[in-house]
């Protein structure tokens, strides 16, 4: 069974750091494409960021120069490095994998995900 498990979501104050964790469990995702998505309450699962098994990655302009994915293919686990948080960065972020190798921004293309964690920014 694959499952992904996202870790390191909590409180933090504006301008503070957090570093989320995806680690897959189940097969191997080393030639897929990784992604990270959010959603605020009320709003639609928003794109943040993805990466190519090579490490190529993209961001959303909302988080571009603030935030960095990054992965370790022999652990299995993708990374969110968020810094200068702001208040409208508040989310569940989830973490996804497509069965590809390519980066796609769009949620419907992702075939797993996980559970999601919170992620609140105090101003």
């Known amino acids: 069974q694959v499952q992904l498990v996202e870790s390191g979501g909590g409180l933090v104050q504006a301008g503070d750091s957090l570093r989320l964790s995806c680690a897959a469990s189940g097969r191997t995702f080393s030639s897929n494409a990784m992604g990270w998505f959010r959603q605020a309450p009320g709003k639609e699962r928003d794109f943040v960021a993805a990466i190519r098994p090579s490490g190529e990655n993209t961001y959303s302009d909302s988080v571009k120069g603030r935030f960095t994915i990054s992965r370790d ?33 769009v949620p419907s293309n992702y075939n797993y995900w996980g559970q999601g964690t919170q992620v609140t920014v105090a101003s």
């Open 73 to 105: 293919n022999a652990k299995n686990t993708v990374y969110l490095q968020m810094n200068s948080l702001k208040p409208e960065d508040t989310a569940v972020y989830y973490c996804a994998a497509r069965d590809s190798s390519f980066r796609s921004s």
